[in-house]
């Protein structure tokens, strides 16, 4: 991130790190955590001490070394607010992922098996898919795809999925 775009997220920063950083106690703790995170976010190879405040006007060496390793706060509390604000911002899901996985198979006996394509190999073969849908926080598992060829009232494997695989549902086609 270049400076001016850190000068652009100044308010936000702030805002995030207000409730963030309450429990250090100490105002300068508190400003030697928001100097360490700029250094963080800041374009630059190397995120060591020196090279960070180099990159940060006004930030000391010697200060940043000991809120890192003298300071005495609770990193545990800091760490369940920062879960908290992460946890909080992840309700909604900016990005799906549709997938489909193959699992090809030798013959025609296991559950959902036809001759169809293959993403695996390739190309069409004995296999049977199943599909997914990802969000950016959480992944659900769809139904799977059960060819229409293989669907039948008399199909003993196909009355049997429920007790072999719990949870998991078969339809006839993909999402």
């Known amino acids: 991130m270049t400076p001016q775009a850190l000068k652009q997220l100044d308010s936000r920063l702030a805002n995030f790190l ?6 250090m106690g ?10 360490y995170l700029e250094g963080l976010l800041l374009d630059g190879e190397r995120k060591s001490v020196e090279p960070m405040a180099a990159r940060i006007p006004g930030a000391d060496v010697q200060a940043l070394r000991q809120f ?10 800091v760490q369940r607010r920062l879960a908290l604000k992460v946890v909080g911002t992840l309700n909604e899901p900016e990005l799906w992922i ?6 090809p198979k030798a013959g025609n006996h296991s559950v959902g098996v036809a001759r169809q394509y293959c993403g695996a190999l390739g190309k069409i073969a004995n296999n049977t898919r199943l599909s997914n849908q990802q969000e950016s926080a959480n992944s659900v ?3 799977g795809h059960l060819p229409l060829s293989r ?3 008399t199909c ?16 006839a086609g993909l999402l």
Request: glycine share 6%.
């Open 26 to 35: 100490r105002s300068e703790r508190r400003h030697w955590a928001r100097v």
């Open 98 to 103: 549709l997938d489909e996985t193959s699992f």
């Open 156 to 171: 003993s494997r196909f009355r049997t999925i429920g007790k072999v695989i719990p949870g998991v549902f078969f339809s």
């Open 141 to 143: 598992r769809h139904p």
């Open 18 to 23: 207000q409730e963030l950083t309450e429990p």
């Open 151 to 153: 669907i039948s009232g």
């Open 68 to 77: 890192l390793s003298q300071s005495p706060w609770e990193v545990a509390e």
